[in-house]
């Protein structure tokens, strides 16, 4: 439905130069292979549990999502409506893809999955998200997470 | 999302980002990013797609297996197949424009219902409010009611941006229900182009756009049409 090159030219524009902050490195880690990682999702969707706040605005804080969620219990609160939300109304892994992470972890291509995952609000200037995002790091180290797959929509 | 795996591995978290929009991310520079060539909001693809899913994930967290130096865009080769119209999908209400809001809802529930059956899920619940509610709740505004917020702690504004997207949700889900496989556009030119609920929402943002209310005003002006459905003249 809304390839960036779908958008208006102004909002194409906007989307395409968004906040972006500018970094003088770029940080590099590296681990052991995948079999043997513990892989966690951090998406920038507004995603909220059922009965948790919804994201109002352009809030900096972050949302946790237990990895015994539901498919029912996941509700997206981006403040963007320019974005296709049909794809994670009919299947939740579009934007959030637990089913096939654990299915991942199953087979072994995977180490396992991480007890937690978080949700920013994307639409965010990142800057204001820095301390939050270290906020989540360290709760994500405490759970031995090692990858993390970055998820925005 | 970029700049998050910026923060997260110079915490020590390796990161592999998934990115919509290529510009920023070449802007960001992350240590990995997968770019996808798929439409906005479908950041792994094709709905109950389970095999192209999982191509995309094992592409993105392959990288970070390479030590190829940052920074590292890679690109995904394959479309989302279910870009591509269904012509076996069905409406699930036929256009009737002497159809009133509350109507329309009302004669949607039982498709509703089996849609949110097969999907075992519904996505309808940011406002809180029972989806017959919201309706009424829009229609008040539509009236130029202006009315208080139905929901404790929510702005009256907020309530209805909450309830519009309850609304929009309920209405493509139950689009889910039928055996086709629509897609998103398919979904949309639906929903904006045939029902009650879609003209109800464009009037309502023509109503509000340049209300003295600054936070009404933001809502009809972001939050109620998307920018490629907004008719000409708004």
């Known amino acids: 439905m809304a390839r960036l090159t779908d958008l208006p030219a102004a909002m194409a524009e906007r989307l395409a130069a968004l906040d972006c902050p500018s970094f003088t490195t770029t940080p590099w880690v590296e681990g052991p292979p995948l079999p043997q990682r513990r892989v966690a999702v951090v998406s920038s969707a507004g995603l909220v549990v059922r009965g948790e706040p919804p994201f109002r605005g352009r809030d900096a804080d972050y949302r946790v999502i237990p990895t015994a969620t539901r498919p029912d219990q996941l509700l997206i609160s981006h403040i963007s409506i320019n974005f296709d939300r049909t794809g994670f109304q009919e299947d939740w892994n579009v934007v959030f893809p637990l089913d096939r992470l654990r299915e991942l972890a199953a087979a072994g291509a995977i180490g396992s999955v991480a007890t937690t995952h978080y949700s920013f609000m994307g639409a965010t200037d990142p800057v204001l998200m820095e301390d939050n995002a270290r906020d989540v790091a360290g709760h994500l180290k405490k759970d031995g997470v090692d990858a993390v797959l970055l998820s925005p929509v | ?234």
């Not at chain 2, 389970?50 to 995309?56: E, G, P």
């Not at chain 2, 009315?147 to 309850?166: I, Q, Y």
């Open chain 2, 1 to 234: 999302m970029s700049a998050l795996g910026h923060y997260l591995e110079e915490k020590g978290i390796a990161t592999v980002a998934i990115s919509l929009i290529r510009p920023q991310t070449e802007n960001t520079r992350p240590p990995r990013a997968l770019w996808v060539p798929f439409e906005l909001g479908r950041p792994f693809g094709s709905p109950s797609d389970a095999d192209f899913q999982r191509r995309v994930i094992v592409a993105a967290l392959g990288m970070l297996e390479r030590s190829t130096r940052p920074v590292t865009i890679e690109d995904f080769a394959e479309d989302d197949p279910r870009e591509r119209s269904d012509p076996a999908w069905r409406p699930p209400l036929a256009a009737d424009a002497a159809r009133s809001l509350e109507d329309e809802i009302a004669a949607l529930k039982g498709v509703y219902r089996r849609s949110v059956a097969v999907r075992g899920r519904s996505t309808v619940g940011l406002s809180g409010l029972p989806i017959a509610e919201a309706g009424r709740y829009i229609v008040a505004w539509l009236h130029g009611a202006n009315p208080e917020s139905p929901v404790a702690g929510m702005s009256a504004p907020l309530a209805l941006r909450f309830a519009a997207d309850d609304l929009k949700a309920y209405y493509l889900e139950a689009a889910l229900a039928g055996a086709g496989r629509p897609s998103s556009r398919q979904q949309a030119d639906w929903l904006w182009q045939t029902t009650a609920a879609g003209a109800a929402l464009v009037a309502l943002r023509r109503a509000h756009i340049a209300s003295p209310d600054e936070r009404l005003k933001l809502i009809a002006g972001n939050f109620l049409v998307p920018a490629l459905r907004v008719p000409p003249g708004g």
